[in-house]
T-cell receptor
Framework: DSGVTQTPKHLITATGQRVTLRCSPR?????VYWYQQSLDQGLQFLIQ???????AKGNILERFSAQQFPDLHSELNLSSLELGDSALYFC?????????????FGNGTRLTVT | AQKITQTQPGMFVQEKEAVTLDCTYD???????LFWYKQPSSGEMIFLIY??????QNATEGRYSLNFQKARKSANLVISASQLGDSAMYFC????????????FGGGTRVLVKP
């Protein structure tokens, strides 16, 4: 158990809808990262937060947004969903934003857009 | 820009034998960390082992060891005494300061352990 909690585990929704994915980092970890894993794109970095502030952005679509709250949990909002958004979405956390600190991943949220 | 390359899409290994998974990386940043993750068919991403760019010795964690060759920019994972539970996808990844410390993944290698 990595200590990172993601909910829900599975999500099935229709095109055009909006969903929210939730992540609770490991106790004491200030950095939260979101990744998307799809068959054709592999593991893609979406966005990083550190202690409530956005630190880095990756290949995140404008239809997607995220935030980290004062209690350090994070939410990833996906709107105007398309079939191609179907993927496994991971949240990960680390104590700090440093190159020598591993990221610990949650079990992921599997999103299916129909 | 940083890049991770895993050239073996898949491989078979006999139970109890050792297996080496290849990983090469590209970065001009002197400060970086290399990581290996395991993703079983159930989907979770499990951290296995870490090697820092300034570490003089190869990292080891139980049956996992990392063959770090800095000049060649390679960080191969060695799994000794393979078990059926080692069947999974394995990802090599890197963090470095120049890239904002985000974790960049290779394409992965699927390992299937045969009894």
């Amino acid at each position: 158990d990595s200590g990172v909690t993601q909910t829900p585990k599975h999500l099935i929704t229709a095109t055009g809808q909006r969903v929210t994915l939730r992540c609770s980092p490991r106790s004491g970890d200030l950095s939260v990262y979101w990744y998307q894993q799809s068959l054709d794109q592999g593991l893609q970095f979406l966005i990083q937060y550190y202690n409530g502030e956005e630190r880095a952005k990756g290949n995140i679509l404008e239809r997607f947004s995220a935030q980290q709250f004062p209690d350090l949990h994070s939410e990833l909002n996906l709107s105007s969903l398309e079939l191609g958004d179907s993927a496994l979405y991971f949240c990960a956390s680390s104590p700090m934003s440093s190159y020598n600190s591993p990221l610990h991943f949650g079990n992921g949220t599997r999103l299916t857009v129909t | 820009a940083q890049k991770i390359t895993q050239t073996q899409p898949g491989m078979f290994v006999q139970e109890k034998e050792a297996v080496t998974l290849d990983c090469t990386y590209d970065t001009s940043d002197p400060s970086y960390g290399l990581f290996w993750y395991k993703q079983p068919s159930s989907g979770e991403m499990i951290f296995l082992i870490y090697q820092g760019s300034y570490d003089q010795q190869n990292a080891t964690e139980g049956r996992y060891s990392l063959n770090f060759q800095k000049a060649r920019k390679s960080a191969n994972l060695v799994i000794s005494a393979s078990q059926l539970g080692d069947s999974a996808m394995y990802f090599c990844a890197m963090r470095n300061k120049a890239a904002g410390n985000k974790l960049t993944f290779g394409g992965g290698t699927r390992v299937l352990v045969k009894p």
